[in-house]
């Protein structure tokens, strides 16, 4: 994916925001261990130790090297007795980064781009849009499984989060207001992310944003903006149908977004209160197919009740 350099330099203070929040707290708890005079002095001849005992290695002195060895050993078991004795874990005392792999530095132990690099950029990228991380929601916390098939409904979905990958099927949730579509789609995006795919959710108006954003960009950041829609392993669109019309943008770039996707066997999920009918009346024909084709997507209407209006 080619940045504009401006982007490079926020997705690398990104990394040196996580590197620094690691080191701090790890370095707060090394403060507060250091601070106990025995545990300092444990630390001070453990050094001394592995010193002597690097020494004995390379002199070739064997016994003084088992020696230094065992001094090893008991230091180390008397720091960890004064850590426990604090409610200190040896973990807490290293830099717990985000991406192990990388140490959030964003190249990993072969030097090249860490996997951990495009969901970075991702969420710089989206909130120099202005578009922030959502909290989604999660199944175990769903309510009103009772009303409107839900239930049966949810089941399946998360049958469909157990498996997914590239070539899942597209899902099309349409309904009246208040149905569950959105929450619904929220619980999706949560399980994936928490399973470590790319999640790209937006609504309507925000979509609408970013095509705009893409209608007037340059070339390098028409290229970024498209690929935040299109290299996501999950494209959430809520509220299709919300947003304003503008010109030469929503119908056009939407349709260009969902082919590409579509091609490319790259699951999106689009949440709507609108009908089939109103779908081809908003948009057009090509959207309502690449929406409902059965080939590559299921549609789910959930009818009922209003669930915002009950406690």
């Known amino acids: 994916m080619k940045y504009g350099s401006d982007l490079y330099a926020k997705i690398e203070l990104e990394y040196e925001r996580r590197r620094r929040e690691a080191r701090e707290k790890s370095d707060f708890y090394k403060d507060k261990m250091l601070a106990i005079p025995d545990f300092a002095a444990a630390v001070e001849r453990l050094k001394k130790a592995r010193f002597e005992a690097a020494k004995a290695r390379f002199d070739g002195d064997e016994r003084k090297r088992a020696e230094e060895l065992a001094k090893i050993g008991e230091e180390t078991e008397i720091l960890r007795k004064i850590q426990e004795e604090n409610g200190v874990t040896t973990e807490m005392l290293r830099p717990a980064f985000t991406c192990a792999k990388c140490k959030d530095t964003g190249i990993n132990e072969s030097g090249k781009t860490c996997e951990c690099y495009y969901s970075v950029a991702l969420k710089v990228a989206l ?19 009772d009303k409107n098939n839900l239930k049966a409904i949810y089941g399946k979905i998360k049958k469909y989060c157990d498996t997914f990958g590239v070539g899942s099927k597209n899902i099309l949730l349409s309904g009246n207001v208040g149905t569950g579509k959105s929450h619904l789609a929220e619980c999706i995006a949560g399980e994936l992310v928490k399973k470590g795919f790319a999640v790209v959710f937006l609504t309507a108006t925000e979509l609408n944003g970013l095509l705009l954003r893409y209608h007037t960009a340059s070339f390098d950041e028409k290229n970024l903006y498209f690929e935040i829609l299109t290299d996501c392993d999950l494209l959430v669109i809520d509220d299709l149908g919300t947003e304003p019309q503008l010109k030469n943008v929503t119908v056009n770039y939407l349709l260009t977004v ?40 299921v549609h789910i209407e959930i009818k009922g009740e209003d669930l915002r209006l009950l406690k």
């Open 127 to 145: 909130e120099t849009l202005g578009i922030k991380e959502k909290d989604f929601a999660d199944f175990k916390k769903v309510k009103h499984l």
């Open 258 to 297: 969902l082919s590409e996707r579509l091609s490319n066997d790259m699951p999106y999920i689009v949440t709507t209160n609108l009908t089939q009918d109103e779908i081809i009346s908003k948009y057009d024909e090509r959207i309502h197919s690449r929406l409902l084709d059965k080939k590559h997507g």
